[in-house]
């Protein structure tokens, strides 16, 4: 629009840069506004964290070496049984010289000595007489005998051998090597409480002819044979007196189990006894 003197009307600028219009401001605050409604949209669905799509590994901190010492190594649970306070504490046996020297004084001995089994425990004696032609050396009591030794099932599977071998219980010495029945019996505790010194004791006392040791595995671990399971090679017990022939056999809870042991057990005897099958 030309005004009067012929002159073009411009905007209102007088050429300077801070007569600009603030168009960055403008677009600064736009983009302000922008970022911000972006994030409270993430934030209003929840997501209020920065995420990123390499993985990472949180643990490598825990797997820098560290300059502390090394925790010590564990030590055997028989040695922190040990250092317990109230870990059980091993009764040992007294002195072999204050032990009973014949057998008549030994059977009482046994039923009361503390030592020889936990408290409240039924205890039950030996059977027999001195001297017999065959002591049957079982490792305890079974868990069904009555006021007698093996005079529950497995006594029962006794009598049927001693038929078979042509003997019976008046001809034999029936004893045990704990006089009592121990569920799951630690046969290294017993060893560290003497009892095995004590079970060689006795059958110097009852002086069998022979001896046939049922559960020979236990009562090898008792007399200290290592590994237990050499007990098969056990062919006599030497004791203060002459050695006396001995043959190891599966306990008889074993051969009800397993009936198949029973022949292995009958072939072995003959040989041991040198008898011939008809």
Do not use: C
């Not at 040990?82 to 009482?108: I, Y």
């Not at 090898?220 to 006396?244: F, K, T, V, W, Y």
């Amino acid at each position: 629009m030309k005004e009067a003197t012929g002159k073009v009307k411009t905007a209102n600028w007088t050429g300077r840069e801070d007569s600009l219009p603030d168009i960055a401001n403008a677009e600064n605050q736009h983009w302000r506004d922008a970022v911000t409604a972006a994030l409270d949209w993430w934030r209003d669905a929840g997501v209020d964290h920065a995420f990123v799509d390499a993985p990472q590994d949180w643990l490598a901190e825990a797997r820098k070496p560290k300059d502390a010492a090394q925790p010590a190594p564990m030590k055997p649970l028989r040695e922190l049984v040990a250092e317990r306070d109230d870990s059980p504490k091993v009764a040992k046996v007294g002195a072999k010289t204050d032990w009973p020297q014949t057998l008549e004084a030994f059977v009482p001995w046994w039923l009361a000595e503390p030592a020889l089994a936990p408290a409240g425990l039924m205890r039950l004696p030996p059977v027999g007489a001195q001297g017999a032609d065959l002591m049957i050396l079982a490792p305890m009591p079974s868990a069904d005998d009555g006021d007698a030794l093996l005079s529950g099932r497995a006594g029962r599977l006794l009598d049927a051998m001693l038929a078979a071998f042509g003997l019976d219980r008046s001809s034999t010495y029936l004893a045990s090597a704990v006089p009592a029945h121990v569920p799951m019996a630690d046969w290294q505790l017993l060893k560290e409480s003497g009892l095995g010194d004590v079970l060689l004791h006795h059958i110097a006392l009852a002086a069998p002819k022979r001896l046939l040791i049922l559960g020979a595995s236990g009562i090898s671990a008792l007399l200290g044979n290592d590994p237990p399971n050499l007990a098969q090679s056990l062919r006599a017990i030497n004791q203060e007196g002459p050695p006396i022939p001995a043959l190891p056999a599966w306990d008889l809870e074993a051969m009800l189990q397993r009936p198949a042991l029973k022949a292995g057990f009958w072939s072995r005897w003959l040989d041991w006894t040198g008898t011939e099958t008809i």
